[in-house]
């Protein structure tokens, strides 16, 4: 995954990854003992940013997702960023497509908005 959390953090990329998807997956961890107290406190603040980050990208779709389908259409981004904040149309559609991973649909989702 080439996230800019992952570019900025190479060696705990991996580990914060694994942590997540095996949140997303149901995966059972294994419980906090006192043998590993470290990894335990670890694995939990990474949860909480997890669970952070999550907050922050509904927040964000809940501004950009204007008809309430889950996902952020090109029409939407351009209305938000050109209509409202006022930028140029070309940075607008190089953001668009920045973050846009499953182009061309040309529609941004909620794990997109996570990864970038």
Same mark, same amino acid.
């Not at 952020?72 to 149309?89: C, N, W």
């Given at each position: $995954? ?8 190479? =060696? +705990?990329? @991996? ?6 998807? !095996? *949140?997303?997956? !149901? ?11 470290? +990894? ?17 990208? +509904?927040?964000?779709? @809940? &501004? $950009?997702?204007? =008809? @309430?389908? @889950? ?9 938000? /960023?050109?209509?409202?904040? !006022? $930028?140029?149309?070309?940075? &607008?559609?190089?953001?668009? /497509?920045?973050?846009? *991973? ?10 997109? *908005? /996570?990864?970038?």
């Amino acid at each position: $995954m080439d996230s800019k959390w992952c570019r900025e953090n190479p =060696d +705990d990329c @991996g580990r914060r990854l694994r942590a997540i998807d !095996g *949140l997303i997956n !149901g995966e059972e961890r294994d419980d906090c003992t006192e043998e590993n107290p470290d +990894d335990c406190r670890r694995r939990l603040q990474s949860q909480s940013q997890y669970e952070k980050d999550s907050a922050i990208v +509904d927040e964000w779709l @809940g &501004v $950009m997702d204007t =008809d @309430g389908d @889950g996902v952020v259409s090109l029409e939407e981004f351009r209305d938000l /960023f050109i209509g409202f904040a !006022g $930028m140029d149309p070309r940075s &607008v559609e190089s953001l668009f /497509f920045s973050i846009d *991973l499953d182009y061309p649909r040309y529609e941004i989702d909620g794990r997109e *908005l /996570f990864e970038f």
